[in-house]
C-alpha cells in the first residue's frame, strides 16, 4: 500500500526567498509523481508531473525532481512571491493492472511574506 | 468554459437525509474520480470511472453510490448521511491514467452534517 509523507507540514518564508518542499513515497513502483497547489476553498491545479522514467520537471519557478529508487521528490520554488502561498500536495501514481490510483500527501501550506 | 464543475458548492442538511452531487467535465476526459478531504485536509481516492464503467471502489460505505451516465458526467449519492460524511468532496478527471497527463479537479462541494 502506498503512502506519501510530505515534510514540512507548514512553511513560512519571506518573500523572496528560495525554497524546498519534500516529499516521500513508500513503494517505489510509481508510475509518475504529481504535484498540485491548492488555494483556500479551491480545488487543486495540477503544477507538475514527473514520469517515472525523468528525473525532473521545470515549469517556470518552480523545478520537480525524482529519485524512484530513494522513493523521495522535491519542489523547489525560487524566488519565492506573496502569491506562491497556498497549499502543495504531492501524489504519487501506482498501476495494479489497469487501475491506476493517484495517493496524496496531507500536504506543505506555504505562507510567503511580504 | 469551467473544465471540470460540481453542483452544489455548499450542501448543509441534517444527519439521516439523502443527498447527490453532480459532477460534469467538458474536456474530453474518459476518466474520471471522486475524492474525499477530511478535516484534517487529508485528500483521498473513493471511486473512479472509466469511459463510464468502475474500475476504482475503495472501502467506502456502500451509502455511498456513484452514478455515471455518460463520459462526462459522474455523479456522487450519498443515502442516510451521517456526521462523518462531512467533507469537501471533489471531482476530477483525466485522459487514460496510464496517459501521464494530470487529474484535473474541480472546485469541491463541502459537505456539512448537522
Redesign the interface.
Known amino acids: 500500500k502506498q503512502e506519501v509523507t510530505q515534510i514540512p507540514a507548514a512553511l513560512s518564508v519571506p518573500e523572496g526567498e528560495n525554497l524546498v518542499l519534500n516529499c516521500s513515497f513508500t513503494d517505489s513502483a510509481i508510475?509518475?509523481l504529481?504535484w498540485?497547489r491548492q488555494d483556500p476553498?479551491?480545488?487543486?491545479?495540477?503544477l507538475l508531473?514527473i514520469?517515472s522514467s525523468q528525473r525532473e520537471q521545470t515549469s517556470g519557478r518552480l523545478n520537480a525532481s525524482l529519485d524512484k529508487s530513494s522513493g523521495r521528490s522535491t519542489l523547489y520554488i525560487a524566488a519565492s512571491q506573496p502569491g506562491d502561498s497556498a497549499?502543495y500536495?504531492c501524489a504519487a501514481?501506482n498501476?495494479g493492472g489497469?487501475?491506476?490510483?493517484?495517493?496524496?500527501g496531507?500536504?506543505t501550506l506555504l505562507t510567503v511574506n511580504p | 468554459d469551467t473544465a471540470?464543475s460540481q453542483t452544489p458548492k455548499y450542501l448543509v442538511t441534517q444527519m439521516g437525509n439523502d443527498k447527490s452531487i453532480k459532477c460534469e467535465q467538458n474536456l474530453g476526459h474518459d476518466t474520471m474520480y471522486w475524492y474525499k478531504q477530511d478535516s484534517?485536509?487529508?485528500?483521498?481516492?473513493m471511486f473512479?470511472y472509466n469511459n463510464k464503467e468502475l474500475?476504482?471502489n475503495?472501502t467506502v460505505p456502500n451509502r455511498f453510490s456513484p452514478k455515471s451516465p455518460d463520459k462526462a458526467h459522474l455523479n456522487l449519492h450519498i443515502n442516510s448521511l451521517e456526521l462523518g460524511d462531512s467533507a469537501v468532496y471533489?471531482c476530477?478527471s483525466s485522459q487514460v491514467?496510464?496517459s501521464?497527463?494530470?487529474?484535473?479537479?474541480?472546485?469541491?462541494t463541502r459537505l456539512s452534517i448537522l
Open positions: 508510475y509518475n504529481q498540485f476553498g479551491k480545488g487543486l491545479t495540477s508531473l514520469q497549499t500536495l501514481l498501476s489497469s487501475n491506476y490510483k493517484l495517493t496524496f496531507k500536504g | 471540470v484534517k485536509k487529508f485528500l483521498k481516492i473512479s474500475i476504482i475503495e471533489f476530477a491514467p496510464g501521464n497527463q494530470p487529474q484535473h479537479f474541480g472546485d469541491g
